[in-house]
């Protein structure tokens, strides 16, 4: 019955003096964090606010984005937080979508958003320039949060791209977001004496639960941008953070330096999703950081996280994300909707807490995503992703159904040939994609971040030659100093395209 809300005041309440926020130089303790949010939420109330609207967030990662969202909620809201590198156009596509009535944007573009949020009221950080400041608001007198509102409302709308193109508003309610926190916080065991440092966007499904569960359990957010790897490492060691969540592109960048040169003996978890980690680099990952326990895992907007591969199945299942999260069933099917047994390639289906409510605005691509359950009025989600289960349970993702490449007549899976590129111990990072070929139907190119520029393209397709049959060894290599990314921190296979004709 709890709401997003209801976790900041449980916590605040059992430890008000435990830090619950380090940004920058800024540090904020629960009692004080929860305080800001009540004043805010009343001041938002005050400005026309109420139960269903949706408070719209153009801010980076910072203690003021921390406590708007949490005020949203606090006003019966629903929070909307859009990436803060995004440009005025998208701003202002994606206020004509969710219809907000407040915009949060920092003092210095206020003039440029004027026109992007149309009638709603735009409010400043770090100075004037809009309807009110931030710190205007937080002026108001502390008021009792309202309780008008419930766990089956609105809670965030959560912004994604696909494969079909555009924005798609994933709305998540209250009862999903807890449900989805406390069962990853079940497995990965994270305690209010945490730690977890994290250089995640929050606008980023990924990133943004790093700030709710740390709420849910009392633990310590700090955030610090990867803009400097260095700076990043050293903020870790004096924070002695004990949780670090990470990214395909940030353990390559990481197992690039000498991480003997920092102190990280304080870590005791490390989490990965957004895409695969290979074994390769799992593997190098765990040798330096040996301490550390790791948790490779499979997850999509439209269920916050879906599988995880326990750390002491790292030995034997390396490569597989493992089982249904806490309080989850999955199972994989075949076009016609029939249950496959194991062995057997086909859609991966979810049910459980976390399925969410389906898509703003969009009741026909909602329906095709999230058809009925086996209970009347219950929803499941269709990923749209292929795995196969082996007979210990556990689920091995083979590529997204559109990904699936025709190359030579054979049906081909990218990630099997990203694995074994990345077996290179030359190769950070590695991508492949198929582009139109009038021979070979689709031929396959590999686009390769190498680290040193003594690689070439040769080299590559001897490496993969030797470990992979004639028909999923690409056709081209073409090398990049990084691979261009979309802004949840996903690699960017469209822009991709674009690049591969030359290599």
Not at 44 to 57: C, I, K, M, Q, Y
Not at 137 to 142: H, I, K, T, W, Y
Not at 335 to 343: A, K, P
Request: glycine share 8%; charged share 20%.
């Amino acid at each position: 019955m709890q709401r997003v809300d209801d976790l900041l005041w449980a916590t605040a309440g059992r430890s008000p003096q435990r830090t619950a926020l380090v940004c920058g130089d800024e540090r904020l303790v629960y009692g004080e964090f929860a305080a800001r949010v009540a004043r805010l939420a009343a001041a938002l109330r005050a400005r026309g606010v109420r139960r269903g609207d949706r408070v719209l967030t153009w801010l980076p990662n910072s203690v003021p984005l921390a406590v708007v969202l949490f005020a949203a909620l606090a006003a019966g809201a629903a929070f909307v937080v859009v990436d803060p590198s995004s440009k005025p156009d998208r701003l202002a596509a994606l206020c004509a979508d969710a219809t907000p009535r407040a915009v949060f944007v920092p003092a210095a573009r206020a003039a440029a958003c004027r026109a992007a949020v149309g009638p709603a009221l735009l409010l400043t950080v770090g100075g004037d320039g809009g309807d009110a400041s931030y710190d205007e608001l937080l002026a108001v007198a502390a008021a009792p949060p309202r309780r008008d509102h419930i766990d089956r409302d609105l809670a965030c709308l959560v912004y994604t791209s696909g494969s079909t193109g555009g924005q798609k508003g994933v709305m998540s309610a209250h009862h999903n977001v807890v449900f989805a926190a406390r069962s990853i916080l079940s497995y990965l065991g994270t305690a209010a004496d945490d730690v977890v440092i994290t250089a995640l966007p929050w606008a980023f499904d990924y990133g943004l639960y790093q700030l709710l569960m740390a709420v849910a359990c009392g633990a310590t957010l700090v955030y610090e941008p990867f803009t400097f790897p260095a700076a990043f490492l050293e903020r870790l060691a004096a924070e002695r953070a004990t949780v670090l969540p990470g990214v395909p592109t940030l353990w390559a960048m990481l197992l690039g330096m000498d991480l003997a040169a920092f102190d990280l003996s304080s870590l005791r978890c490390l989490t990965n999703t957004g895409a695969a980690l290979s074994p390769a680099h799992l593997q190098r990952l765990r040798q330096a950081l040996p301490q550390a326990r790791l948790f490779a895992m499979y997850g999509l907007t439209e269920t916050k996280r879906t599988l995880y591969l326990p750390p002491e199945w790292l030995d034997q299942k390396a490569g597989s994300v493992g089982i249904a999260i806490p309080g989850t069933e999955v199972w994989i099917e075949d076009e016609r909707g029939q249950r496959l047994g194991d062995g057997a390639v086909g859609e991966l289906v979810v049910r459980g807490g976390h399925v969410m409510l389906g898509y703003w605005n969009a009741p026909e691509l909602s329906a095709q995503r999230f058809p009925p359950g086996p209970l009347p009025g219950e929803r499941l989600c269709r990923t749209g992703d292929l795995f196969r289960r082996d007979a210990d349970g556990c689920h091995w993702f083979v590529g997204r159904r559109d990904d699936l490449l025709k190359s030579r007549g054979q049906k081909v899976a990218p990630i099997e040939i990203e694995h074994t590129l990345r077996e290179l111990p030359e190769v950070v990072d590695a991508a492949v994609i198929g582009v139109d070929d009038g021979t070979l139907g689709t031929a396959i190119v590999a686009h390769v971040v190498p680290r040193a520029a003594t690689l070439d393209a040769r080299a590559v397709l001897r490496h993969c030659k030797a470990r992979l049959e004639d028909f999923k060894v690409p056709d081209r290599v073409v090398f990049h100093a990084a691979l261009p990314r979309t802004q949840n921190g996903k690699v960017d296979r469209a822009a991709l395209g674009r690049d591969s004709g030359r290599g």
